[in-house]
């Protein structure tokens, strides 16, 4: 046996040396112990399927081009499948392949040896690796997996959809499945097949889930423990984002939007204010009655019934700024218009603007709220921030409010028992799919303990404050000027 053919050998004997010495990658403890767990169940065919839940961009997807990589060499000699299902074709298939290739390339053992079958297919000799889409509308039937599925994003794809298309692919060869993720809701693909994994591992002892989060890759990269801080200072630690993409803790899929906790973080400290105190920063934030509920209406969530404008005015403290890079927004008093029309209102408003001098005014402008909101903005063309709700826009303004209220920043220094009923009654929901939808608002038809119907108008006023946590804050301070000699006069007589 010649020396470089023992060479390639000892390289291509672990998935470490491989990776290392032929594409010079180091790969991560957290990443090597899922890939032997991989290998020994292709190596001694026990079809298991192994469960990768791990934080948010730690390297999961590099894992997956390198191992992909590395089973192609193995088995070039053989024909077997490889396939790998992302929740979308663009961008996450695409963007699968592209890794896929990168590492192909770059690596001294395979750079030449690979070649293009399709657009979602690759070949290295005669093992094939096929990239496909988990929407719900792909059409996928036909792929075999006879070595190996993987299921990248489980949490976003439908488990109906994994179940009819993609688990029937291992059939003929019982082959192993690896199903990777970060951690959503308890009713998600990547959920249920972690529950079964551990009980199968209870049985039989064979480690098959591995769970990594933020503070076992902080451990090895420290930049990374840097940036999941700054997003704990962002959003706060308990906001659905942090919880799972980094802690790995699943949330319900559908709860009360504002539970104790978040109440109690949005607890004044302050009394409210009648009238406007000289030197603070106001907004107001205006929920329209009477919009067009149509695209907020979704299956329940978001009232129809709501018949009230609602004006929250919003004391904007900057004093932390320095310390939490975002303002405090403290409600300090709110108003409301019922059977009135928006010219009338706007007369109103227009008196209470003149008062308070807010520096934005955040309105609802979708529908009938447009009018109100032309009408405003034609007063004050600066101040004025439209708001048009369609079902991904309000989703933003819930997880933004949130994020707002989890790192203390939000206070309510004017609350009534109908702002602690319409809080106590919103729900909320999360839909399927990456887009991470949050449906939120108070269900159609309910009710409070009085029998009246409870509205949400008063939290989407409030929500609003998302809207001016977007902008761009700093302080502000006096101009200064400092005197100069012209240079002109300093050369007279010089020359």
């Not at 009018?371 to 101040?383: Q, V």
């Not at 608002?441 to 949400?456: E, F, N, P």
Request: net charge neutral; proline share 4%; glycine share 6%.
């Amino acid at each position: 046996m010649s020396t470089l053919t023992q060479t390639v050998k000892t390289i291509a004997r672990s998935f470490d040396n491989f990776t290392f010495r032929a594409g010079g990658i180091q790969m991560r403890p957290y990443q090597l112990d899922p890939a032997k767990a991989i290998w020994n169940s292709i190596i001694k065919k026990r079809g298991d399927t192994i469960v990768l839940i791990i934080s948010r961009q730690a390297g999961k997807d590099e894992l997956l081009a390198n191992l992909l990589s590395y089973l192609a060499t193995l088995f070039a000699h053989r024909e077997v499948g490889i396939v790998v299902a992302n929740p979308t074709y663009k961008p996450q298939t695409i963007n699968a392949i592209m890794r896929f290739e990168n590492r192909l390339k770059a690596n001294l053992l395979t750079k030449s040896q690979w070649k293009k079958r399709s657009d979602y297919m690759r070949m290295m000799g005669s093992a094939t690796v096929s990239f496909l889409s988990g929407d719900q509308s792909a059409n996928v039937v036909g792929a075999v997996a006879s070595l190996l599925l993987i299921i990248n994003e489980a949490q976003d794809i439908s488990p109906a959809k994994y179940d009819k298309d993609f688990a029937p692919m291992v059939a003929s060869t019982n082959a192993t499945r690896l199903i990777v993720g970060t951690a959503w809701t308890s009713d998600t693909l990547l959920a249920r097949e972690e529950d079964a994994a551990r009980k199968l591992e209870k049985e039989d002892g064979i480690k098959r889930v591995f769970l990594y989060t933020s503070e076992d890759v902080r451990k090895i990269v420290k930049q990374y423990g840097t940036f999941v801080d700054n997003e704990i200072s962002k959003l706060g630690r308990q906001h659905p984002l942090v919880k799972t993409q980094y802690f790995c803790e699943r949330i319900d899929s559908q709860l009360g939007m504002f539970n104790a906790g978040r109440r109690a973080l949005m607890l004044g400290d302050q009394p409210a204010q009648s009238n406007p105190t000289p030197g603070h920063l106001y907004a107001y934030c205006i929920d329209v009655a009477g919009m067009d509920e149509a695209l907020l209406n979704l299956d329940g969530l978001g009232n129809p019934g709501r018949d009230s404008t609602t004006l929250s005015i919003v004391d904007i403290d900057l004093s932390m700024l320095s310390t939490l890079q975002a303002p405090i927004f403290r409600v300090v008093n709110r108003m409301s218009w019922q059977g009135i029309s928006h010219m009338q209102i706007f007369g109103q408003l227009i008196a209470n603007i003149a008062r308070w001098n807010p520096n934005y005014i955040v309105i609802d402008a979708t529908g009938v709220g447009e009018g109100l909101w032309a009408m405003l903005n034609k007063s004050y063309p600066t101040r004025c921030l439209p708001v048009k709700f369609s079902q991904q826009e309000k989703s933003e303004i819930g997880w933004r409010f949130l994020a707002i209220i989890e790192t203390g920043r939000f206070r309510d220094c004017c609350i009534t028992d109908e702002v602690r009923i319409q809080y106590d009654k919103c729900q909320s929901e999360i839909l399927p799919g990456p887009a991470k939808t949050l449906r939120w608002g108070v269900k159609d038809g309910t009710r409070g303990a009085d029998g009246q119907l409870v509205h949400d108008d008063i939290i989407l006023a409030d929500a609003l404050t998302a809207k001016l946590d977007q902008l761009e804050w700093m302080y502000s301070s006096p101009t200064l000027a400092t005197d100069y000699t012209d240079p002109l006069t300093e050369m007279e007589g010089k020359y």
